[in-house]
């Protein structure tokens, strides 16, 4: 291997650190042995007694004799005493544009806030050519497919058509939250608002003509179907955020109905709830009479959007996204100028905002950032963890090319026809979805939590490793270090994982 991609997993791949972590004696290497008592204040804040690991030389905290770290907020005191005990509250995704970036680039984040057994895949589909009057099957019901397709990387929940974020080769990123209006949400199939952020993907060149693609698939074919893979009902309408190199769009509908603004410049953030009140830059023909037939609004002044489709009673779920939403903005408001790819991972770990989710059935289980600079010249990177809690999951990046193949070891196991979320009556059984990296992750999170020194390690070194990468790619973007063999680095990287895992 050359250039980039050897550099960014050498250190793992090499002979000695085969046998980590049965045998820790002399890991990690000393370049990776540097204490970090601000970053870890961060995380555990309550008075505390600090300590060096006797493995990595990492301050660790001791409360009550016992060893604790940023690293592990599962097993955290501090921290577990924190999570969220309110009901599942969903997602969150943030945008960056110049000036609110340090550097001449868009960055796009998300954290997929779901049940927390259900298993996130990352899978790629190539651009393709179809037959005209051909038809695509979604999740739940069949609509007439386009005759080009763009290629995709999408971070999904294994049991849908869909995803809950994704990119295309033409350099756009779109992530969806859920959200209740006035309008009633539909118990019946149709599209969901995952199915609709892949085909605005698949259909949309730039963030604007994604849009388009999305609020003319509402009006022909509605929204709604279960969300999750389960027999209980539960339905939502949706919000987006939808990104390019040169501007991002918020787009939030109610039904069929829709209201957009665009966003050229600085920072912003969405959490599960309407936020466009009168900056409206693009609305559905009808929003306005519909709001006025309905009595929601009497015509008269300037029309609020999120006044006037907030419904009266919200469920609790999004009244408490009310906090996370304040606390999303407080952070990108702090960062608002210097927003890099790592500043923005390190917003989607942050726990004591809720950002990075643990709440009684919910968690994050699935988190992307993405990299999309102004010069259309260079390539966009996109981060994937494929992995539940972005604080204990290592981002990997993904780069369109030619040469890419399957994502076999992120992919998870399919069952045709017979899969029970196709199988009418749907959800009457469940089956194993967990791919190679989500069982390796989560069999490496039970030991780190048996042993927490031999777990600090191998974090440690993986963090350090996903940090030297971010380097890299940062340099290769300023022509500082040749872009090679880019295509192969996302799956380079998982093998590496794996492998320390194991």
Same mark, same amino acid.
């Given at each position: 291997?050359?250039?980039?991609?050897?550099?960014?997993?050498?250190?793992?791949?090499?002979?000695?650190?085969?046998?980590?972590?049965?045998?820790?004696?002399?890991?990690?290497?000393?370049?990776?042995?540097?204490?970090?008592?601000?970053?870890?204040?961060?995380?555990?804040?309550?008075?505390?007694?600090?300590?060096?690991?006797?493995?990595?030389?990492?301050?660790?905290?001791?409360?009550?004799?016992?060893?604790?770290?940023?690293?592990?907020?599962?097993?955290?005191?501090?921290?577990?005493?924190?999570?969220?005990?309110?009901?599942?509250?969903?997602?969150?995704?943030?945008?960056?544009?110049?000036?609110?970036?340090?550097?001449?680039?868009?960055?796009?984040?998300?954290?997929?806030?779901?049940?927390?057994?259900?298993?996130?895949?990352?899978?790629?589909?190539?651009?393709?050519?179809?037959?005209?009057?051909?038809?695509?099957?979604?999740?739940?019901?069949?609509?007439?497919?386009?005759?080009?397709?763009?290629?995709?990387?999408?971070?999904?929940?294994?049991?849908?058509?869909?995803?809950?974020?994704?990119?295309?080769?033409?350099?756009?990123?779109?992530?969806?939250?859920?959200?209740?209006?006035?309008?009633?949400?539909?118990?019946?199939?149709?599209?969901?608002?995952?199915?609709?952020?892949?085909?605005?993907?698949?259909?949309?060149?730039?963030?604007?003509?994604?849009?388009?693609?999305?609020?003319?698939?509402?009006?022909?074919?509605?929204?709604?179907?279960?969300?999750?893979?389960?027999?209980?009902?539960?339905?939502?309408?949706?919000?987006?955020?939808?990104?390019?190199?040169?501007?991002?769009?918020?787009?939030?509908?109610?039904?069929?109905?829709?209201?957009?603004?665009?966003?050229?410049?600085?920072?912003?953030?969405?959490?599960?709830?309407?936020?466009?009140?009168?900056?409206?830059?693009?609305?559905?023909?009808?929003?306005?009479?519909?709001?006025?037939?309905?009595?929601?609004?009497?015509?008269?002044?300037?029309?609020?959007?999120?006044?006037?489709?907030?419904?009266?009673?919200?469920?609790?779920?999004?009244?408490?996204?009310?906090?996370?939403?304040?606390?999303?903005?407080?952070?990108?408001?702090?960062?608002? !100028?210097?927003? %890099?790819?790592?500043? $923005?991972? &390190?917003? =989607?770990?942050?726990? /004591?905002?809720?950002? *990075?989710?643990?709440?009684? !059935?919910?968690? %994050?289980?699935?988190? $992307?950032? &993405?990299? =999309?600079?102004?010069? /259309?010249?260079?390539? *966009?990177?996109?981060?994937?963890?494929?992995?539940?809690?972005?604080?204990?999951?290592?981002?990997?990046?993904?780069?369109?090319?030619?040469?890419?193949?399957?994502?076999?070891?992120?992919?998870?196991?399919?069952?045709?026809?017979?899969?029970?979320?196709?199988?009418?009556?749907?959800?009457?059984?469940?089956?194993?979805?967990?791919?190679?990296?989500?069982?390796?992750?989560?069999?490496?999170?039970?030991?780190?939590?048996?042993?927490?020194?031999?777990?600090?390690?191998?974090?440690?070194?993986?963090?350090?490793?996903?940090?030297?990468?971010?380097?890299?790619?940062?340099?290769?973007?300023?022509?500082?270090?040749?872009?090679?063999?880019?295509?192969?680095?996302?799956?380079?990287?998982?093998?590496?994982?794996?492998?320390?895992?194991?």
């Amino acid at each position: 291997m050359k250039g980039l991609r050897a550099r960014a997993v050498s250190q793992v791949l090499r002979p000695s650190t085969h046998t980590f972590p049965k045998n820790l004696e002399g890991f990690p290497p000393a370049a990776f042995r540097r204490p970090r008592p601000q970053r870890h204040a961060i995380y555990c804040a309550a008075p505390q007694r600090i300590k060096l690991s006797p493995v990595t030389s990492t301050p660790i905290v001791a409360l009550q004799s016992t060893p604790t770290c940023r690293h592990f907020p599962a097993s955290c005191p501090v921290l577990r005493s924190e999570r969220m005990a309110e009901p599942p509250l969903s997602c969150d995704c943030f945008v960056s544009l110049p000036p609110g970036s340090r550097d001449d680039h868009v960055i796009f984040g998300k954290n997929s806030d779901r049940p927390r057994d259900e298993v996130q895949e990352v899978v790629f589909y190539p651009a393709a050519a179809h037959p005209p009057g051909s038809s695509v099957e979604c999740t739940y019901i069949q609509i007439p497919q386009a005759e080009h397709t763009h290629a995709v990387v999408l971070s999904r929940p294994a049991w849908l058509w869909g995803a809950e974020m994704g990119a295309n080769d033409q350099g756009v990123c779109v992530g969806n939250e859920a959200v209740w209006t006035r309008e009633p949400v539909s118990d019946g199939e149709a599209l969901l608002g995952m199915d609709l952020v892949r085909l605005g993907l698949e259909r949309g060149a730039s963030a604007w003509a994604a849009l388009e693609v999305i609020t003319g698939l509402l009006e022909d074919h509605g929204q709604g179907g279960p969300c999750r893979e389960a027999q209980e009902p539960f339905s939502y309408h949706n919000t987006y955020l939808l990104v390019d190199r040169t501007e991002a769009w918020v787009l939030e509908t109610a039904g069929r109905l829709w209201v957009a603004q665009k966003v050229t410049a600085g920072v912003k953030n969405i959490s599960n709830q309407l936020t466009i009140g009168t900056e409206i830059s693009a609305e559905h023909p009808e929003l306005r009479s519909v709001a006025r037939s309905q009595g929601w609004w009497d015509g008269e002044g300037e029309f609020n959007f999120s006044q006037v489709f907030s419904p009266e009673n919200p469920p609790a779920r999004m009244e408490l996204a009310k906090q996370r939403y304040r606390g999303g903005t407080a952070l990108m408001k702090q960062h608002d !100028g210097s927003v %890099t790819a790592e500043v $923005m991972m &390190s917003i =989607l770990r942050d726990k /004591p905002s809720g950002i *990075c989710m643990d709440s009684g !059935g919910f968690c %994050t289980t699935g988190s $992307m950032v &993405s990299v =999309l600079p102004r010069d /259309p010249g260079l390539p *966009c990177i996109h981060f994937f963890t494929a992995t539940p809690d972005p604080s204990r999951s290592i981002f990997k990046p993904f780069v369109f090319s030619e040469r890419i193949g399957p994502m076999q070891r992120v992919a998870s196991p399919q069952y045709g026809p017979d899969d029970p979320a196709r199988r009418q009556p749907r959800f009457q059984s469940q089956v194993d979805r967990r791919h190679d990296l989500y069982k390796a992750h989560q069999g490496a999170l039970s030991n780190m939590d048996a042993s927490q020194n031999e777990g600090l390690a191998v974090y440690e070194i993986l963090r350090d490793l996903e940090s030297q990468c971010l380097v890299d790619i940062l340099a290769m973007l300023s022509g500082e270090l040749p872009g090679e063999e880019l295509g192969d680095l996302f799956f380079d990287c998982v093998d590496a994982e794996i492998k320390f895992y194991q």
